[in-house]
């Protein structure tokens, strides 16, 4: 080994990630008590500098989407990273901090190695290749699952990052082909890893297998159904003429922007936070384009955040020339392509493009062997099992959490129940008994107009908000309280509170972090 000075240890502040270059390799010490951590500076996900991170608890959080990782060991332990960092050997000697930054070590979870010889011999299958399966298939491999492994999906670019779809790629900063893929394939290539791509037209969970449209089955040993939601097109007269669109894969991205480019007048329907970053982002391509958009209810998000936030975001909006119309759409108008878009006021809003952002369901047909919440939502238990040798993850699914059922459509979420369903999988093809329950934090970011919200926990109500600053600040939180308890935060500006937050949430203790800086305000 080829140890290198890394500098002193005691000038290594306690809990605080020191970024360092030795020999044109960019590492990242973590001094915990007496002991010294050495890992890659960067976040896998998006290259994040990781000292701009916080650590609590023993973990590392990324500052930008959260990504967790062991300090210890550099595992990954929370997305939307799927892989963990690279370790650096470390010794201390004579109070000086040696790091060999020629032997780096692939980080990988050691938890299930013991399964090896005892799986290597059973089928897993995921069908759907969004964030949630490609998660799952990227959390076996990291486990060293030796079996194998179907995932079945009708489109043949997954998996990919979505989320890029409505930010980077509709404001014109990336073309659909750069799009980054989940997965990576060297795993995939040392992994017996078979691609379909195919669409699933029934379950038999009985017979433990799928059945394809072209006539194929497939048995499983375990199956893991990750379809995700299917965008609402409403049945509205005209709704199927040209120039209607909805917004979920690729193909979808593309054909959108090709008529973008032919028009100047764009509408979209609903004002979820899908539909209000697109409008950012077609705003940030190009300020010549005219976006309106139209919902029933005046202020955005004022369900989720309260009406002086969701204004906030309105008056963004509005800022750089997004048009609001408030009123409930009942058609649209135009011979072949749409021309107008009618209310039921009866106002007719011109324009040469539309965008549903009208939420999304599930495929019921498929789904109809599993007990289904009214909206046609899979019920899982805590394991986010559905069935026997059956589990179902993401957008489709209501779980239980906090004594409650809970349905959330976020990119991490979804990306945590693939984790969480996949170790479940291990570990009953094994230990039934140490399978986990699923009880991780909601958190999601929405970026507009280059201005980032964070939220971290899940306020379905709630008694006060007690803010510091004001949303137009640099800096701001709003802390949502329920009988006296903290349940959720959203904040802008406080990257390493968010970070700490998510961890401390997640296991159950005082918001320490949040305390200090309320106290501060």
Not at 169 to 198: F, K, S, W
């Amino acid at each position: 080994m080829s140890f290198i000075s890394a500098g002193p240890a005691d000038r290594l502040e306690n809990l605080k990630p020191k970024r360092v270059t030795l020999n044109d390799t960019e590492i990242l010490l973590i001094r915990d008590g007496e002991n010294v951590y050495a890992s890659s500076a960067d976040c896998p996900h998006k290259g994040a500098p990781l000292e701009d991170g916080a650590v609590c608890r023993g973990k590392l959080v990324c500052p930008w989407h959260k990504g967790t990782f062991d300090i210890a060991s550099a595992d990954v332990c929370e997305p939307p990273a799927l892989t963990g960092l690279s370790r650096y050997a470390v010794e201390i000697r004579d109070g000086e901090v040696l790091v060999d930054p020629e032997q780096a070590t692939d980080s990988t979870d050691k938890r299930q190695n013991r399964l090896t010889a005892v799986n290597a011999h059973s089928h897993i299958v995921i069908v759907g290749a969004g964030a949630a399966g490609a998660a799952a298939l990227q959390s076996l491999v990291n486990n060293r699952y030796h079996g194998r492994i179907t995932v079945v999906d009708p489109e043949a670019d997954a998996p990919y990052d979505r989320t890029l779809l409505t930010k980077a790629v509709t404001a014109g900063d990336m073309e659909p082909d750069e799009v980054d893929p989940l997965v990576n394939q060297d795993d995939m290539d040392i992994t017996e890893v078979t691609r379909l791509v195919a669409k699933v037209s029934g379950i038999d969970t009985a017979a433990h297998q799928i059945e394809l449209y072209d006539g194929q089955s497939l048995a499983y040993d375990r199956l893991l159904i990750a379809t995700g939601g299917i965008p609402v097109r409403p049945d509205l007269p005209g709704v199927n003429l040209l120039g209607i669109h909805t917004l979920r894969n690729i193909e979808h991205v593309e054909s959108l922007l090709a008529d973008v480019e032919n028009t100047n007048n764009i509408t979209i329907v609903g004002n979820s936070f899908i539909s209000l970053e697109v409008a950012a982002s077609l705003k940030q391509r190009s300020d010549n384009i005219r976006v309106k958009v139209i919902a029933p209810d005046a202020v955005p998000f004022e369900k989720q955040f309260g009406t002086q936030i969701g204004q906030y975001f309105r008056d963004l909006h509005e800022k750089h020339d997004v048009e609001f119309v408030e009123g409930t759409v009942s058609g649209f108008h135009g011979t072949e392509k749409v021309a107008a878009v009618k209310l039921e006021s009866g106002e007719m809003l011109e324009t040469n493009l539309v965008l549903l952002a009208t939420g999304i369901t599930t495929d019921k047909d498929l789904l109809n062997s599993f007990t289904l919440t009214h909206q046609g939502l899979v019920k899982v238990n805590e394991f986010l099992e559905a069935a026997e040798d059956v589990y179902a993850v993401g957008d489709i699914t209501s779980y239980p959490y906090n004594g409650e059922e809970m349905h959330i459509e976020h990119w991490r979420l979804a990306q945590q129940h693939g984790r969480c369903a996949a170790e479940n999988i291990l570990a009953s093809l094994a230990y039934p008994a140490e399978r986990k329950a699923f009880d991780r934090t909601p958190y999601f970011w929405t970026q507009q107009f280059d201005v980032k919200f964070e939220y971290v926990g899940h306020a379905k109500e709630w008694d006060e908000i007690e803010a510091v600053g004001t949303p137009e600040d640099e800096q701001y939180l709003a802390v949502f309280r329920k009988d006296g308890k903290e349940i959720a935060v959203l904040a802008k500006g406080y990257p390493q509170l968010t970070a700490k937050m998510v961890i401390e949430m997640d296991d159950h203790v005082a918001l320490s972090s949040l305390k200090a800086v309320l106290e501060a305000a």
